[in-house]
């Protein structure tokens, strides 16, 4: 079952066949329909990796990266566990949906350093996340369900650490905060989020980097980010507002 091995960055990860990898989630439902319906549309060649350093708290990942060998942009997706369980379905359906949205030309913000791929991606997945979120609702993911689960770790992780004060951690903390209420709102008449452990420990231990977070979420959702020139543009105001220009790149969206 393992078809190779990749080197990322430093670290030498198995690549696994994709048929071993989603076998079980091929009996559940709505995976199946999701499968059928939206895998063909995937153009990019993925590799299904397993990637046990994946920071606490995110069992999958899926990475764009340029192979300065080849000049070829490999699809990583890194896997904590490998094979997927069924329980992690709507995450492979996200991380999946992820490479049709970039597709269609929505793209995040890039790190130079991988010092900064946890801040970045925090940036990047808190609106793209939105965009995967809504089309698998339409399949009828179970979203609540999964945002409880991330919740819950989130604050049993929180609850264990004193609050940051080092600028870029503070930062990373805002971002995943802001993630946080960007996804909660895509299910606002089914749970309200502000009243949750993990929102009300934010509110109490780090209320300004909660209310910047809730200022760029209402600027967000005010302004739009549901096409690729209005995510972009999304992103430059607040790659500028938090003077990141020196440690990121922003792809221009591709249509
Ligand atoms: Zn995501």
Redesign the pocket.
Known sequence: MIKGRIMFGKTPLNVYEEDYIVASLLRTSPFDTFYANERANIRANILWTHDPSLPIGVDFR?TFEADFQTGEIRTIMRLRKVPAHRSHSVMIA??LT?LIVDQQGYKGVGFIDQRYENLLSALS?AF??VL?DSRLLAYKFDLVKAYKEQATSAFTQARNISPPTEPLMQLLFQFNTLGLLMEWGLVRDQFDFSDSAIARWLKKNVPFLYAEAEQISVYANKHGFATPDKLYHLFFFLIQRYKMEQICYLPPPTT
């Open positions: 899926s996200h991380e992820h997945s793209l996340d995967v």
